[in-house]
């Protein structure tokens, strides 16, 4: 490939078209370019080839308890997440995500440190690549009846029994999953320091983000594509309007003026 016969709009569309990678060759000629507007480019892309290689390593320090696991003997390994313990109304969804060995996933973190639009975007990716995924989640009624954190406990115990085929071992977020005979190593901030988990927690958290999409269509007074169900002004307002929907869970909600107070720290 002769850069210096390429316009720089040729050059552009090249790089976006190959995710902003050359070969040696082809960036010694375009660092070697005396077009002002090639110039750019080739400054363009050392940033992002900068930006690659911190995100890189970044990737590969949330593989060390995977590696780990791997060196122990280990193949599929199982990132188990949750999400939606702390709102007032709707289910509390997990996720178990089993990545294949060699896998980066640009981008991916704790979902609670990434925007809707990356969270989306991640969603279907991580569904794309992982070798197998699943969701599982505790109803209103068992939150109400069990406790938030058994709840928690169940549905990510459901999600670890639906993969379709079965970890030989599990990371998970802060907890341990009872009821499951598998290997399972609790990590505390785990989203953040495990890929497994983090695929996890973003399937966990779009997954029910949709379910409250859903379930506003259902309820439309309460708002609760806006706030997914956590107790802010307009959602504490709307229940002091109408009352509690099927959707609320009533051992959230017995004293409205406490979970208010205390909301902001869900």
């Known amino acids: 490939m002769e850069i210096k016969k390429m316009t720089v709009t040729e050059i552009q569309n090249l790089l976006k078209q190959s995710g902003w990678r050359l070969s040696d060759e082809d960036l010694n000629e375009l660092r070697e370019d005396n077009r002002s507007g090639v110039h750019k480019l080739y400054q363009q892309l050392c940033r992002q080839r900068a930006l690659d290689e911190k995100e890189h390593r970044r990737l ?3 593989l060390l308890y995977e590696k780990d696991a791997r060196a122990k003997g280990f193949s599929l390994i199982a990132g188990v997440d949750e999400a939606g313990r702390g709102p007032l109304a709707g289910p509390v969804v997990a996720a178990a995500v089993i990545l294949p060995e060699h896998t980066d996933i640009y981008g991916v973190d704790d979902s609670k440190k990434l925007s ?3 969270r989306e975007e991640l969603f279907h990716q991580i569904k794309k690549v992982a070798l197998f995924w699943s969701v599982g989640m505790a109803s ?3 939150i109400d009846s069990l406790n ?5 406990l169940m549905a990510m115990q459901r999600a670890v029994i639906s993969l ?8 998970v977020d802060a907890v341990r999953i009872p009821g499951i005979l598998i290997p399972q190593l609790p990590i505390i901030k785990g989203d953040g320091k495990s890929q497994s988990i983090a695929a996890a927690s973003i399937i ?3 997954t029910r983000d949709k379910l409250m999409d859903d379930y506003d269509r ?5 708002g609760f594509t806006r706030h997914k169900g956590y107790g802010t002004a307009d959602h504490m307002e709307a229940i002091k309007r109408y009352g509690q929907c099927p959707l609320h ?14 909301a902001s720290l869900w």
């Open 140 to 142: 209103v009624e068992e």
């Open 218 to 222: 259902r309820f439309p007074d309460y």
């Open 148 to 152: 938030i954190l058994r709840a928690s």
């Open 164 to 171: 379709d085929t079965q970890p030989e071992y599990v990371l």
């Open 204 to 206: 966990a958290k779009v």
């Open 249 to 262: 869970r009533k051992t959230f909600t017995k004293n409205i003026e406490t979970v208010a107070k205390t």
């Open 116 to 118: 809707p639009l990356k």
């Open 60 to 62: 590969e320090e949330m």
